[in-house]
Nanobody, 125 residues
């Protein structure tokens, strides 16, 4: 049984930092592309970042220079370091795992097979 478990999010002030982690079990973690997506009320689910099995990373434009995705295959864990947080970053953040063979597909939610339950991140203004 595959499980993706995100760490607790939280409430942070504008300009603050937060690191999310997602621990995977029940799958061969190293061969999966791992992604982070977010969903704010009234908005569509949005791609945030992805890291391929070869550790190539992608970040959506709105978070470039502020967020960093990384992975530790020895711990079956993917991280999202979030710095310089803004109120518009407020959302439920979910990690996802998929066997994605075209890096250009890393942005697409439907390419991911497994999803975590999501964790709330709230940035106060």
């Amino acid at each position: 049984q595959v499980q993706l478990v995100e760490s607790a999010g939280g409430l942070v002030e504008t300009g603050g930092s937060l690191r999310l982690s997602c621990v995977a079990s029940g799958l061969s973690f190293s061969i999966y592309t791992m992604g982070w997506f977010r969903h704010a009320p009234g908005n569509e689910r949005e791609f945030v970042a992805a890291i391929t099995r070869s550790s190539t990373t992608y970040h959506t434009d709105s978070v470039k220079g502020r967020f960093t995705i990384s992975r530790d295959n020895t711990k079956s864990t993917v991280y999202l370091q979030m710095n310089s947080l803004r109120p518009e970053d407020t959302a439920v953040y979910s990690c996802a795992a998929g066997r994605i063979f075209l890096n250009s597909d890393s942005f697409l939610p439907y390419r991911y097979t497994y999803w975590g339950q999501g964790t709330q991140v709230t940035v106060s203004s």
